[in-house]
């Protein structure tokens, strides 16, 4: 009998929810997540943008979660920590789409978050929102929905079946623990630098 292949992404946190239909895989910053079967993925965003793409021919579809365009020292990135910058992160879920049947010509693309959630003279989330923009058409790709910028952070389901997104946008005066974490995750990657149709849903 030929040997299972691994599951790549075993390591995501799976959970149930009576309100949904799916399994939801829960994505943190610098991960992403592919699926042909039906699933929801779900993930927080503060200034960090996700991409949700899928090919609806083939069933295939997923997210990322990243927290800067790009390395600023690109040869001194290793790939397992690379899939935080936008410009990996894209790669990689548009890549592993196509590995699992789909084809780049038939992607929809809808785009979430770059809030600007702290005060500060870098606007992380603007970059962030520019980058993305700007990678989709280099790569002749458009993105059938944006919901990028403001002031507030986002929760994002999103089905992988269908393409459903359900967003909700959390209150400034709750951002506290949202712009801690990304600060703390900011502050890592800088230290490991210098070492690296509407179908969204408020509810």
């Known amino acids: 009998m030929a040997p299972t292949q691994a599951d790549p992404f075993a390591h995501i ?7 949904f239909p799916h399994d939801i895989a829960a994505i943190l ?7 042909q079967d039906p699933m929801i993925v779900y993930t927080v965003l503060g200034s960090c943008v996700s991409a949700c793409i899928r090919d609806p021919v083939a069933g295939v579809g997923g997210m990322n979660h990243f927290m800067l365009p790009q390395p600023k020292d690109v040869a001194n990135d290793s790939w397992g920590e690379s899939t935080r910058y936008g410009s990996y992160a894209m790669e990689s879920l548009i890549n592993d789409i196509i590995k699992r049947g789909g084809n780049k010509r038939r992607l929809e693309i809808k ?12 606007d992380v989330g603007s970059r962030n929102a520019e980058w993305v923009l700007d ?3 280099t790569e002749g790709l458009t993105a059938c929905k944006t919901d990028l910028g ?5 929760k994002i389901y999103y089905f992988t079946e269908s393409g459903r ?3 909700k946008k959390i209150e400034r005066v709750k951002n506290h623990t949202i712009a801690k974490r990304e600060h703390e995750y900011a502050a890592k990657i800088q230290s490991k630098e210098q070492a690296p149709v509407e179908d ?3 509810f």
């Open 150 to 154: 403001d002031i507030f952070p986002r």
């Open 13 to 19: 946190r799976r959970m149930r929810d009576s309100r």
């Open 111 to 122: 785009l979430f978050g770059a809030g600007r959630i702290y005060d500060g003279s870098i």
């Open 135 to 137: 990678y989709l058409q």
């Open 200 to 202: 969204v849903t408020l």
């Open 29 to 35: 910053p610098g991960e992403f997540f592919v699926s």
């Open 165 to 167: 997104v359900l967003m």
